[in-house]
Structure formats: structure tokens, C-alpha cells
């Protein structure tokens, strides 16, 4: 199970932190990576990251201002998204992908509820 919160409303140039909570597996085997939804507009990849933490990955829209994380021994992972545009509002959703498929994963298995982020100008 995946448990994404701290979304919000915050005006530009805001920051803000996305934190996602896994559970029933062990964390240490998943990548974890963030995409979000516009309405309107299709999914879109945000970020990811190597079960070990090692090695990050970034859509080009966030790249520079967001940062993807993890703290293993919380079994939790964190996007931190600084310098925040009204383009980035959106539902943030968290994902889950285990270790035996590689990095990047091929495909994201597991997904959360998602977390609404609305940034006003």
C-alpha cells in the first residue's frame, strides 16, 4: 500500500514536500517515483528513484526544482519541489516498482491515491 500526502495550495515560487508512505513490502526492494495529472492532460512522469537511493531521474518540467529522496528506514519517500508554477498544479500520484525489473523500472506496479498540489499565481 502507498500513502502520498502533503499536498496543498501555495502561490508561485512556494515550496512544498510530497511524502509517500509504503507499506505491506519492503521498502528497500522498490524503486519509487512521483507522476502527476493535469486536468485535461495526460500522466506525466515527475521523478524517480533507485531502490538504493544512488541514482535519480527527473522529467524535464521539474528537473532543477523538484528532488526526489527516500528514507528506507521510514519506508518512505519524499519530493521536495521548490520554486513551485502554476503549470505544476496537478494530482501527484506516488508509484512503486520492484528491484527484479530493473532501474528505470519497465513498468510501475504499484500506485497511490494521490495527492492534489494547486499553485496560484
Known amino acids: 500500500q502507498l500513502q502520498a500526502s502533503g499536498g496543498g495550495l501555495v502561490q508561485t515560487g512556494d515550496s512544498l514536500r510530497l511524502s509517500c508512505a509504503q507499506s505491506?513490502?519492503?521498502?528497500?526492494?522498490?524503486?519509487m517515483g512521483w507522476f502527476r495529472q493535469a486536468p485535461g492532460k495526460e500522466r506525466e512522469f515527475v521523478a524517480s528513484i533507485h531502490w538504493s537511493g544512488d541514482r535519480e531521474d527527473y522529467g524535464a518540467a521539474v528537473k532543477g526544482r523538484f528532488t526526489i529522496y527516500r528514507d528506507n528506514a521510514k519506508s518512505t519517500a519524499y519530493l521536495q519541489m521548490n520554486v513551485l508554477r502554476p503549470e505544476d498544479t496537478a494530482l501527484y500520484y506516488c508509484t512503486a516498482a520492484g528491484y527484479f525489473g530493473g532501474y528505470p523500472p519497465p513498468s510501475w506496479r504499484y500506485w497511490g491515491q494521490g495527492t492534489l498540489v494547486t499553485v496560484s499565481s
Open positions: 505491506g513490502r519492503p521498502f528497500s526492494n522498490y524503486a
